[in-house]
């Protein structure tokens, strides 16, 4: 079975600093990797995804994600990050091929942005 | 919101009885879970299922139950609430492509068992 860990529970950065969130899994084949984002008091949201191709990937709002598959990670980035990014963001991961398959989320890095 | 309704948004009940959380879809996506989401715990899976009558265990799924009678419904049943149950539940869809697509998720329910 898989798994996933987010080393980071709790972050706090000013505006306009650099975010890189920490996402490493646990699987022994080939996996899809999301990043979603939940707002207080909101639902989960996608931020970004990974099926395969190009290890960098784009999500909205200017993050960023880098598969490295060597590292089992897949890390979340952003140059600059805003007030409004603080949320909650959570890193899951799910086996590719077949069907029905469990997503497995980490347990979630609350980030705090300071003006 | 991928047409993901939940209901109720909100419920408080005692210790013992049975609650029963409904998560419908209007979209006919083959793929529904059920997730429980507590500090320091993050999302864990509780049921989910692969189509009408197909439902299979997540990590935590103890004291639940779960059908799935039409596509579009999948219900969640506390048999005997208990104070550990106390949660915020989602429920999420992905398409048909299954592995391949994201999960979207419905806007949750708070349960308070007392």
């Known amino acids: 079975a898989q798994s996933v860990s987010q080393h980071n529970h709790h972050v706090i950065l000013s505006e306009a600093a650099s975010l890189e969130l920490g996402c490493n899994y646990s699987?022994?084949?080939?996996?899809?990797l999301f990043w979603y984002v939940q707002y207080p008091g909101q639902h989960l949201q996608l931020l970004l995804k990974y099926f395969s191709g190009d290890p960098l990937v784009k999500g909205i709002k200017g993050f960023e994600a880098e598969f490295i598959k060597s590292k089992f990670s897949f890390n979340l980035r952003k140059p600059s990050v805003q007030w409004s990014d603080t949320a909650e963001y959570f890193c899951a991961v799910t086996p590719s091929g077949g069907g029905g398959n469990k997503l497995t989320f980490g347990t979630g890095t609350q980030l705090k942005v300071e003006l | 919101d991928a047409g993901i309704t939940q209901s109720p948004r909100h419920k408080v009940t005692e210790t013992g009885t049975p609650v029963t959380l409904r998560c419908h879809q209007t979209?006919?996506?083959?793929?529904m879970y059920w997730y429980r989401q507590d500090p320091g715990h993050g999302l864990r899976l509780i049921h989910y299922s692969y189509g009408v009558k197909d439902t299979d265990k997540g990590e935590v799924s103890d004291g639940y139950s779960v059908s799935r009678s039409k596509t579009e419904d999948f219900l969640l049943t506390l048999e005997s609430a208990t104070s550990s149950q106390t949660s915020v539940y989602f429920c999420?869809?992905?398409?048909?492509?299954?592995?391949?697509?994201?999960?979207?998720f419905g806007q949750g329910t708070r349960l308070t068992v007392v």
């Open positions: 999420a869809i992905r398409r048909q492509g299954g592995t391949n697509t994201e999960a979207f």
């Open positions: 979209e006919n996506h083959r793929y």
């Open positions: 699987y022994g084949g080939t996996v899809n």
